[in-house]
């Protein structure tokens, strides 16, 4: 199977201008022969805290929010994560995974919730999976991926691609993305997927370098730290 790893500009607090660019690098993913593209943290609205805690329009209702419909139509699977309306008076930070045909996979909702981002969202209870065609995912979301627990998780529980929505910047952001991910793969024998902002991001500037790795740490694919763009590379059953 291939996958794609997306890094994208996005336009803060602006969810239909980021779904269009979404839209257009999954038809990039697609026409690579990609079944599937996963996006950074916070895609449709970018890492903008205040403006998600100012207007909870912002927040996507459920998987089916018609706001999600151009992306659901991409005829590529996705999995992009949002600003997600829960039960209680926060949102959660979550990857919302669909197949090529817009169909609902899972949800998974970020358990580890880093710095200002405590108070502001709510934090996730469960562990994601899914399976698409014979390959079983496991997910995590930017400071999830610190913890080795989650993704040995993942491991034990016979995923073979562990897929992460960051938000990496310039400065520490870039020896953390080169640390992190590699051991991931290397410590659990998962492929890597990291997709990651590039450009301005909130408070910080995306360092970009979305990128694959094999379960031996060694990397099949890497983007450049300037353009929104997709890398592709086929993962193993």
Avoid at 24 to 52: M, N
Avoid at 129 to 155: E, I, K, M, Q, W
Wanted: hydrophobic share 45%; proline share 6%; charged share 20%.
């Amino acid at each position: 199977m291939k996958i794609a790893a997306a890094q994208l500009t996005c336009v803060p607090a602006d969810v239909t201008a980021n779904v269009a660019a979404a839209v257009g690098l999954a038809a990039d993913a697609r026409e690579q022969g990609a079944e599937l593209v996963v996006f950074p943290e916070l895609a449709l609205t970018g890492y903008e805290l205040h403006a998600l805690a100012r207007d909870p329009g912002l927040w996507l209702a459920d998987a089916d929010d018609p706001r999600l419909d151009p992306l659901r139509s991409a005829g590529v699977a996705t999995a992009v994560n949002v600003a997600l309306r829960t039960d209680g008076p926060l949102p959660a930070i979550a990857t919302l995974v669909h197949d090529a045909d817009g169909a609902h996979l899972t949800t998974y909702a970020k358990q580890h919730l880093y710095g200002h981002e405590q108070g502001a969202f709510a934090a996730g209870t469960a562990d994601g999976r899914f399976t698409l065609g014979d390959v079983r995912f496991c997910l995590g979301v930017c400071y999830d991926n610190h913890f080795p627990d989650l993704a040995a998780r993942g491991a034990a529980d016979g995923c073979r691609v562990h897929l992460a929505s960051s938000l990496y910047g310039t400065g520490d952001g870039v020896r953390e993305r080169a640390d992190i991910y590699p051991g991931i793969a290397r410590d659990h024998g998962l492929y890597v997927v990291l997709a990651n902002h590039v450009g301005p991001a909130g408070p910080w500037t995306g360092c970009g370098g979305a990128a694959i790795w094999a379960p031996d740490g060694t990397p099949m694919v890497e983007a450049d730290d300037r353009t929104p763009s997709v890398v592709t590379a086929s993962v193993g059953t």
